[in-house]
Nanobody
Framework: QLQLVESGGGLVQPGGSLRLSCVVSGSSLNYYAIGWFRQAPGKEREGVSCISSSGFRENYADSVDERFTISRDTAKNTVYLRMNSLKPDDTAVYFC??????????????????????WGQGTQVTGSS
């Protein structure tokens, strides 16, 4: 059974930075695309970024493009989300999720059509004002 555990959330001032981590256990990152999603209070879940199982493809939502960077360390089976220039609108619970697809160059920043079968518990990111 695949397990994902997020960490690294916290309180940050506007313009600040955070790095989220998603540790994956139970299988190799080479078999799963990993996506980051977020959900703010009273809002629907939103896709933020994803990295393909090959590690060669990254996608970003328009709202975070050029501010957030996704990366992975296959030796640690960990995916990171570096968040720069944070805004109060970035306040949300951030989740990582895994989508089955070995050695693929594809990933989607949406969790529709059966994508993303495994989810972590989330980590809170709060932008102070």
């Amino acid at each position: 059974q695949l397990q994902l555990v997020e960490s690294g959330g916290g309180l940050v001032q506007p313009g600040g930075s955070l790095r989220l981590s998603c540790v994956v256990s139970g299988s190799s990152l080479n078999y799963y695309a990993i996506g980051w999603f977020r959900q703010a209070p009273g809002k629907e879940r939103e896709g933020v970024s994803c990295i393909s199982s090959s590690g060669f493809r990254e996608n970003y939502a328009d709202s975070v493009d050029e501010r957030f960077t996704i990366s992975r360390d296959t030796a640690k089976n960990t995916v990171y989300l570096r968040m720069n220039s944070l805004k109060p609108d970035d306040t949300a619970v951030y989740f990582c999720a895994a989508d089955w697809g070995p050695y693929s160059n594809f990933c989607a920043v949406v969790a529709t059509n059966g994508r993303y079968q495994y989810w972590g518990q989330g980590t809170q990111v709060t932008g102070s004002s």
